[in-house]
């Protein structure tokens, strides 16, 4: 008699959702590489491949607020920060990895139609620099508001960095060919639209199962480096397009689950339906092989591997560039205060 089996998500139950989630997906999958699913070996990275880019982005809500401008309408908003950034790395270790753009970025976001000028706090402190908080009108008056409109200034600013970065992928067959010498790895899924660069999203968690369940077994089966053919996957609705696949970055031990290891890995996909751009392919081929080089390790990182050791490095130097959270909140308080001619509260 088979008897139940249990085992571990390998993430810290301190850290929100876990690795495994495995929620319904109401949208279609198609094959567009090949029909046969099997798992695909890992190939040698290109000589062409000269730059990988990691790209990561990160926001920090500072202060929530209530503003009257000088109209004496009023309404809420708040102080947020944001950076995004990048890694460059030799995929043939080469030469050395050096950070590229990591400078934050403050908004003032305030409710609409309100009239808000740059918020620059004074006096300049020697630990936190200039402080200037642009203007950012928000979608809306609800509480999370003001969180989510700092969200969305940083993905614009991170998608629009990692397309700069990256070589161009062909729309079409007739569409001239660019080889892959510049690759931007993505840290989450993609958002916004195709800006035709040749950027990767890795996916870290397991929140939604694309696959049917004559398929998902594959992805226990995987070894180290391989992975799935490429799919094309339409959101309902068709909203959302993107070329899927899953890459096994290490082994599973006995007591997790068997999809432990496993990254989803996507890109945009072309208008046209049976067109896979060959800079996709080349990109899913080399993949196994380099995300095998850069996964983190457990004794050193909880999200390992997933959370790939540039991203690390990339979360420590955006952290620094935001500054201490405690210390921007005092010259926050100061700065109010100093406008109602008041010392500041501690």
């Known amino acids: ?24 997906f109401d949208g279609t ?11 695909l070996p890992a190939r040698p990275i290109p000589e062409r491949l000269k730059h990988v880019f990691v790209v990561d982005g990160k926001r920090r809500m500072e202060s929530r607020i209530f503003i009257e401008d000088p109209r004496g309408q009023s309404g809420l908003g708040g102080f947020g920060a944001y950076v995004v950034g990048a890694v460059d790395l030799c995929p043939h270790g080469t030469r050395h990895a050096e950070l590229l753009a990591v400078k934050a970025q403050r908004l003032l976001a305030h409710a609409p139609n309100l009239l808000v000028e740059p918020a620059q706090l004074t006096p300049r402190n020697p630990h936190t620099g200039q402080l200037e908080y642009a203007p950012a009108p928000m979608q809306g008056h ?30 079409d067959e007739a569409d001239d060919r660019e080889w892959l010498t510049a690759l931007t790895i993505q840290d989450g899924t993609l958002r ?31 070894k180290p480096g391989e992975r799935t053919p490429v799919l094309r996957m339409t959101y309902e609705g068709g909203q959302f397009t993107r070329l899927i696949w899953y890459v096994r970055l290490c ?18 996909a072309p208008d046209d339906t049976d067109f896979l751009p060959p800079i996709v392919r080349q990109v899913a081929n080399l993949s196994g092989t380099l ?26 130097a955006m952290n620094r560039s935001m500054g201490s959270s405690d210390l921007v909140t005092r010259r926050i308080r100061a700065h109010i205060a100093a406008t109602f001619g008041r010392e500041a509260v501690a």
């Not at 008699?1 to 319904?24: H, S, Y």
């Open 1 to 24: 008699m088979a008897r139940m089996r249990i085992r571990l998500d390998p993430w810290p139950v301190d850290l929100q959702g876990g690795q495994l989630t495995l929620k319904a």
């Open 29 to 39: 999958l198609d094959d567009v590489e090949t029909p046969r699913w099997a798992a």
């Open 142 to 171: 609800d509480p999370l508001a003001a969180l989510n409109t700092l969200q969305q200034h940083m993905l614009g600013a991170e998608q629009l960095l990692s397309h700069s970065l990256a070589s161009r992928v062909p729309v």
């Open 192 to 222: 916004g639209q195709n800006l035709q660069g040749a950027v990767v999203g890795c996916v870290k968690t397991m929140e939604t199962m694309y696959l049917p369940a004559d398929r998902a077994g594959l992805l226990s089966e995987l």
């Open 251 to 268: 082994e599973a031990a006995f007591y997790q689950h068997p999809m432990s290891g496993v990254m989803r890995l996507e890109m945009f």
């Open 291 to 316: 995300l095998t080089r850069l996964g983190s390790r457990a004794h050193k990182d909880p999200r390992a591997p997933q959370n790939l050791i540039p991203t690390a490095a990339l979360e420590q």
